[in-house]
């Protein structure tokens, strides 16, 4: 498989506005992730300018001054140019008072003037300094914007930069329909991208031309976005249809799993949860060093397997603002989460954000019901990064996570005798008795049960066995 060479991959700048009740640490540490997820994207991030203000900019995300330090690296014109000019038909004036109203409210805001402040309080220039651009003869054509903005604002900066705008939904969106591999995951991803899409599409150059609707011809009918947004609508509900049949066979396989050990792998994304699905399951399960490798569900036995065995389940990672029509297009997958007996809460604990990540998925995890019913062990990931020190210290702040690596084998084995522990203080022991006739349901016992005394009279067989209550009513069921 070739790869993309750095020299060929297209460059990226990110920009990003500190805003009041945001430290310095967590704004840093989002501008961090922003660029792995660029990474993931096969971006090239050359450089990241940030401002700090009291909102975003209604115009273009940052003021006037920064906007021209950013088109030196894109090679724009750095202001953003009249909208009136740029429309000319009676259909595309409306959008043209849109457009010119938002610079209007720049000019209210004073971002506009011939100095702004900068991050550092400073007066800025709008001249900005040509030593605030790319090294010579790097130019980028991406720009990469470290909030969700408004179509306006993502058009306003793609005028002023000459380069294509991405915010961070975008950003995550794109990756999630590059790493989507079944069909159920690709429609997912689908869905949230034509959801993402429709408020953004805008009218083209022809602009008003109308398709006469009614009966006899009739009537306006509909402009051609009109048209779009009912095609994305209808095809958003076909897509839907689909995925609620593949869901349905999931469900299904859920049920069929009910009664069975369950432990699912939640966290965020590039914490280690496939590689501990890897280690704990003896499985091949994807693993790259990447943000949200891991789209697809995947349902493993823990291995060596226990009696009765317990399955794993690696689910999608989480991210701060995680779009929301992604969450709810990822609903079934998420379901594994929800119906599992055991949630393993994995952290990357040599990321000093962690704290931040660990209550991201905390969140989601509440909004979806996962925390209702299950147990939840919280295991503290890749602490073969972490020195002595900051092991005592996180000892001391978390005393009942487990701290592991998921490369040491001992501290997978050690993790796997937990879970076989923590399903074992479930189970409860009893007596079962099987007729000669009946000894599909011996085998049954056997797979589903832990057989702790086996004995054989004249009448049938006689079992010792340890198991959750929900399997034992069923085995002693009368058929």
Do not use: C
Not at 455 to 479: I, K, S
């Amino acid at each position: 498989m070739e790869t993309t060479s750095p020299e060929d991959r297209a460059k990226a700048v990110i920009i990003g506005v500190r805003l009041p009740g945001v430290d310095e640490a967590e704004h840093r540490s989002s501008l961090e992730e922003l660029g792995r997820l660029a990474s993931t994207l096969g971006l090239d991030v050359i450089g990241t300018i940030v401002q700090k203000r009291s909102s975003l900019s209604k115009g273009a995300v940052i003021g006037a001054g920064k906007l021209k330090q950013l088109a030196l690296w894109t090679g724009g014109p750095g202001v953003i140019p009249s909208a009136a000019k740029k429309k000319t038909t009676k259909a595309g004036a409306h959008a043209a008072v849109a457009e010119e109203a938002s610079v209007a409210d720049e000019l209210a805001d004073g971002d506009f003037d011939e100095t702004s402040v900068d991050d550092d309080g400073a007066a800025e220039d709008d001249a900005a300094d040509a030593s605030h651009g790319p090294p010579r003869g790097m130019k980028a054509t991406m720009v990469l914007v470290d909030h969700d903005i408004s179509p306006s604002q993502a058009r306003n900066l793609e005028r002023a930069t000459d380069a294509e705008v991405l915010d961070r939904t975008a950003v995550i969106l794109a990756i999630f329909h590059r790493h989507a591999r079944t069909r159920e995951a690709r429609l997912q991803v689908e869905i949230a991208r034509l959801g993402y899409l429709t408020p953004r599409l805008r009218e083209g150059v022809g602009g008003g031309d109308r398709v006469r609707g009614g009966v006899g011809g009739k009537g306006a009918g509909e402009s051609a976005l009109e048209l779009d947004r009912r095609k994305i609508r209808d095809r958003i509900a076909e897509l839907k249809e689909e995925l609620a049949s593949i869901e349905r066979d999931s469900g299904t396989r859920r049920k069929r799993r009910a009664d069975q050990a369950t432990v699912a792998l939640v966290g965020y994304t590039n914490a280690g949860k496939s590689s501990l699905m890897r280690a704990l399951t003896g499985s091949d399960v994807y693993v790259a060093d990447k943000l949200f490798a891991t789209l697809d569900t995947t349902v493993r036995p823990l291995h060596p397997e226990p009696k009765p065995r317990v399955l794993i389940s690696d689910t999608v990672g989480f991210i701060k603002q995680l779009p929301h029509d992604l969450v709810a297009s990822f609903r079934s997958t998420l379901e594994e989460a929800q119906e599992a007996h055991l949630l393993l809460h994995v952290v990357d604990a040599s990321d000093p954000a962690f704290r931040a990540q660990l209550a991201v998925t905390r969140t989601v995890l509440g909004e979806i019901g996962a925390l209702e019913d299950a147990s939840l062990l919280l295991v503290l990931n890749k602490m073969d990064r972490v020195d002595a020190e900051g092991r005592a210290a996180l000892h001391a702040e978390l005393p009942d996570a487990f701290m592991m690596s998921a490369k040491d084998p001992a501290d997978v084995a050690l993790l796997h005798a937990k879970i076989v522990a923590l399903f074992e203080a479930r189970m409860e022991e009893a007596e079962l008795f099987f007729p000669y006739a009946e000894g599909k349901r011996v085998a049954e016992a056997h797979a589903e049960a832990r057989v702790v005394e086996e004995t054989y009279d004249e009448a049938g067989t006689r079992l010792r066995v340890r198991a959750p209550h929900d399997v034992l009513a069923r085995l002693r069921r009368v058929e």
